[in-house]
Nanobody, 115 residues
Framework: QVQLVESGGGLVQAGGSLRLSCAAS????????MGWFRQAPGKQRELVAS???????NYADSVKGRFTISRDNAKNTVSLQMNSLKPEDTAVYYC?????????WGQGTQVTVSS
């Protein structure tokens, strides 16, 4: 059974930085696309960033140039470095692992950016 556990969320002032981490167990992540999503109150869950098993990255336009996704296959972890945070980045952030049959989700970590 795949488990994804996020950490690193919290409260930060606008302009600050946070680093989210996601530790995977039950499956080696090296063969899979990994991603970070977020969901703000009253809004749909949206893709923030993804990284392929080859290291190619993709970002939402709203975070390009500010966020960086990375993976450490040896540690079975994926991270999201978030810089120049804005109040509109406030959301619950979810780690995800994509397979051909389903997507696995973590429980989420809250990120709150104060103005």
């Amino acid at each position: 059974q795949v488990q994804l556990v996020e950490s690193g969320g919290g409260l930060v002032q606008a302009g600050g930085s946070l680093r989210l981490s996601c530790a995977a167990s039950g499956r080696t992540i090296s063969s899979y696309v990994m991603g970070w999503f977020r969901q703000a109150p009253g809004k749909q869950r949206e893709l923030v960033a993804s990284i392929s098993n080859g290291g190619s990255t993709n970002y939402a336009d709203s975070v390009k140039g500010r966020f960086t996704i990375s993976r450490d296959n040896a540690k079975n972890t994926v991270s999201l470095q978030m810089n120049s945070l804005k109040p509109e980045d406030t959301a619950v952030y979810y780690c995800s692992l994509f397979t051909a049959y389903r997507t696995y989700w973590g429980q989420g970590t809250q990120v709150t950016v104060s103005s």
